[in-house]
């Protein structure tokens, strides 16, 4: 199983499928061994048969060298935190930290590897609230008002990739900073931790987005709405990215009242993979090479073909993620499905978002240009964070602290209150 080169850049394409836990001094070695002492085969060799399986020695020595070419070299593991058997080493590279997760078998063979937005470690609190979903616990902060509230709850939905309840990008937290400003308006909301970023041992090659995403944010919104102390609420769910593009199909089970579409791509997954690559190609060449850009147009070919069956190798696929996976978003029609949705939802859209650009933003505005309670929001300056910025949109808009935008936060609550 491949990793581009894009571990900042593409975050929101990269549900990494690695899985991870470990034991503690087996995982320092393995860092060492990797980042340190550049022994690709001695940390190679940590790995159980089911890694080895899905990834070949220069695979992970080339993960080792793409992570350090978009990090900086590495410095230091700063700490070690535990969650059950989950452990994550919060780790400084030259130009930012974050953590590296491993995950153990019961013979202490590494089972997977994951590299995460760091995690805080805190005590629950009284905004702490964990919800039953398919077999695991999600982890989240449920706030709510006890002066001025409006009755209404937000259930926000991520990204792809392992995302915390925060979404957090760097020092960056979206998701925190549009759940505290609802909060002082009167709106209750509740965010999680995404199971691939919690529990990632549950996903695995049979997994879709159906385990990934869309099961989680139904089983949230049925537990407010069979819950006695959200009786009179309206429950509203709101997607990011992924969580945008998967809205649709969310919709068909959630039953929520509205709905909220934060950079939501129409276009299919794979199409969008190319034009970020060439994208991200033509503003730094030395990130995605002109190979890269090559093989990632002949994967896509392939899955987009009818040569594309269940029968195909992994390897043949885009980023390397299962047949499993791609089966189900190949098959996967969102302009389709958001003819079905009948309740009130809101598309938001950044100018300066090169990840998910105003071409899907039009198809959507398209496609329901009869829809009398869709609305559309277009925002030039604002980045797929919703965050202000200037200049060629890059990668390193995200290494910059700044804070969702007041103007589409109070579009948001208007949104939801009307």
């Known amino acids: 199983m491949r990793m581009k080169n894009l571990f900042k850049t593409l975050f929101i394409l990269l549900p990494v499928l690695f899985f991870s836990q470990d034991r503690k001094a087996i995982g320092n070695t393995f860092i060492e061994e990797l980042f340190i002492k550049k022994n690709a085969e001695k940390a190679y060799s940590l790995f159980n048969a089911t890694v080895s399986g899905q990834i070949s020695t220069e695979g992970l020595k080339s993960i080792a060298e793409q992570m350090q070419g978009q990090l900086g070299a590495f410095r230091k593991v700063i700490e070690v935190n535990n969650d059950n058997a989950i452990y994550y080493y919060y780790s400084e590279f030259e130009k930012s930290k974050l953590d590296i997760q491993i995950s153990f078998d019961g013979e202490n063979k590494i089972s997977g590897l994951f590299f995460v937005p760091h995690k805080t470690f805190e005590k629950d609190d009284l905004n702490s609230l964990h919800i039953k979903s398919d077999g695991i616990e999600l982890k989240g902060t449920l706030l709510q008002p006890v002066q001025n509230n409006q009755k209404k709850l937000v259930i926000f939905v991520h990204g792809s990739g392992p995302q915390d309840r925060d979404e957090t990008i760097g020092e960056n937290k979206p998701f925190k900073d549009i759940a505290e400003y609802l909060f002082n308006n009167g709106i209750s909301s509740y965010r999680y931790d995404k199971r691939t970023y919690s529990n990632p041992e549950t996903f695995n090659d049979q997994s879709t987005v159906e385990q990934e995403t869309i099961n989680d944010a139904v089983n949230a919104s049925d537990y407010f709405k069979n819950n006695k102390n959200f009786k009179d609420y309206q429950i509203i769910i709101l997607g990011h990215s992924q969580g945008a593009y998967l809205m649709p199909e969310i919709a068909k089970r959630a039953r929520a009242s509205k709905y909220i579409f934060m950079s939501g791509n129409a276009t299919p997954l794979q199409n969008l993979i190319v034009e970020q690559f060439e994208y991200l190609h033509k503003i730094d060449p030395t990130s995605v090479s002109d190979r890269d850009v090559y093989n990632m147009k002949k994967e896509v070919e392939f899955l987009n073909s009818d040569k594309f069956t269940l029968k195909a190798s992994n390897e043949e696929l885009p980023m390397g993620w299962s047949v499993t996976y791609w089966k189900y978003l ?65 990668p390193k808009d995200y290494e910059i602290k700044g804070n969702v935008d007041p103007l589409f936060l109070t579009d948001l609550k208007n949104f939801i209150l009307n």
């Open 330 to 394: 190949v098959d996967y029609k969102p302009l389709e499905a958001v003819q079905s949705i009948k309740v009130p939802m809101f598309f938001a859209q950044g100018g300066r978002d090169y990840q998910v650009t105003e071409k899907d933003f039009t198809l959507w505005k398209n496609q329901l240009k009869n829809n009398k309670s869709a609305m559309f929001k277009f925002y030039p300056g604002l980045s797929h964070l919703f965050i202000s910025g200037s200049g060629i949109p890059s």
